[in-house]
């Protein structure tokens, strides 16, 4: 088995920072790509930002100069760090994660967290 936990969302004004993160756990052998995606409500799920295992990062438009996503492979844990938020930010923040589970033979599976609310209302 293999768990994406998140934590960090919450209420913040605009203009506020708040730092989300996410950590996997269970029988893994190597975590490969991982991302944040956001749903709002009435709206699709969207990619925010990802990150490879080399590191590579790459945002969506929106988010580009306010946003930072990073990884500690040690801890298997990927965080986004979210500067200046603006209310149309407000979303379900999920976390995501392309995974080599600890099986013989090795395969790859997409694993998603359950998702933690962001909020940013004055």
């Known amino acids: 088995q293999v768990q994406l936990v998140e934590s960090g969302g919450g209420l913040v004004q605009p203009g506020g920072s708040l730092n989300v993160s996410c950590a996997a756990s269970g029988s893994i052998f190597r975590l490969n790509a991982m991302a944040w995606y956001r749903q709002a409500p009435g709206k699709q799920r969207e990619l925010v930002a990802s990150?490879?295992?080399?590191?590579?990062?790459n945002y969506v438009d929106s988010v580009k100069g306010r946003f930072t996503i990073s990884r500690d492979n040690a801890k298997n844990t990927v965080y986004l760090q979210m500067n200046s938020l603006k209310p149309e930010d407000a979303a379900v923040y999920y976390c995501?994660?392309?995974?080599?589970?600890?099986?013989?033979?090795?395969?790859?599976?997409?694993?998603w967290g359950q998702g933690t609310q962001v909020t940013v209302s004055s």
């Open positions: 995501y994660a392309r995974i080599t589970r600890a099986t013989i033979p090795r395969r790859d599976y997409d694993f």
């Open positions: 990150i490879t295992s080399g590191g590579t990062t």
